[in-house]
């Protein structure tokens, strides 16, 4: 007697995610969230409506990875061009996938999307440095971080304390979403897909802007092997904690 077993699909290629070798390094969060966020939209079947417009650095063409409208943005304007896309096409789901460097390079920028409550997702991928210049540091490396213009790590007395990106756009009115997620694990992963997800809906509902920023691994700048530097992730998330914030 054959019994029949039932099977069900946990993990595939999201459809939205183009079949294309991308330049990401191995292990970079880049890489990862590419998936992630090719697989919300597809989930969400807003692949008709979504437009991303992604920031300078190592992810200015992401757009060719997700099956999407995509826009490359000039360094530090990728949040404004969003909301005037947003302004303009209402119906349209419109996020801003921007880098640490970048979204800190222009910040009038983010405060104003958020004063004005625009509808919009923002995605920060926080990888602690500037990884278009070769890995110089970044307003956001922690502290003790070694990178090339800051080589024996980023001190307070030498370099000042860095900022916390989440906690600095959160206490802004316009923001009604607000969290910080990793990518250092398969679980962490898991968790930000969910905060990306929400932010999305909020935009949907018109509620306000959504911030998510995604810790991430950058092994090349760091100059340590992949799995190393998501261990070095998961060490400084206890000095820069994830979770809903608003």
Do not use: W
Request: aromatic letters at 6%.
């Amino acid at each position: 007697m054959e019994i029949e077993r039932k099977t069900e699909k946990v993990y595939g290629y999201p459809g939205l995610l183009t079949d294309r070798k991308e330049h990401f390094c191995p292990g970079c969060s880049h890489g990862i969230l590419s998936k992630v966020i090719a697989g919300i939209i597809s989930e969400m079947g807003f692949h008709e409506k979504a437009i991303g417009v992604y920031g300078a650095g190592c992810a200015s063409i992401m757009y060719e990875y997700i099956g999407i409208k995509g826009v490359a943005a000039p360094p530090g304007s990728a949040v404004g061009i969003a909301a005037g896309i947003k302004d303009a096409m209402k119906d349209a789901l419109v996020f801003a996938y921007v880098g640490d460097a970048d979204i800190v390079s222009d910040l009038s920028v983010v405060f104003g999307a958020a004063m004005r409550n625009d509808r919009i997702t923002v995605i920060c991928e926080n990888n602690f440095n500037m990884g278009i210049s070769g890995g110089a540091m970044s307003p956001a490396t922690p502290l003790g971080i070694a990178t090339t213009t800051s080589p024996s790590g980023r001190s307070a007395a030498g370099q000042g304390n860095p900022l916390a990106l989440s906690e600095l756009v959160k206490g802004t009115k316009g923001v009604t979403y607000c969290a910080r997620g990793s990518s250092h694990s398969p679980g962490a992963v898991k968790k930000t897909k969910a905060m990306i997800k929400k932010a999305f809906m909020e935009q949907i509902f018109g509620n306000g802007m959504g911030f998510v920023e995604v810790t991430g691994m950058c092994p090349t700048n760091l100059n340590l092997p992949p799995v190393e530097a998501a261990m070095k992730v998961k060490e400084i998330l206890e000095e820069l904690p994830t979770g809903e914030l608003r």
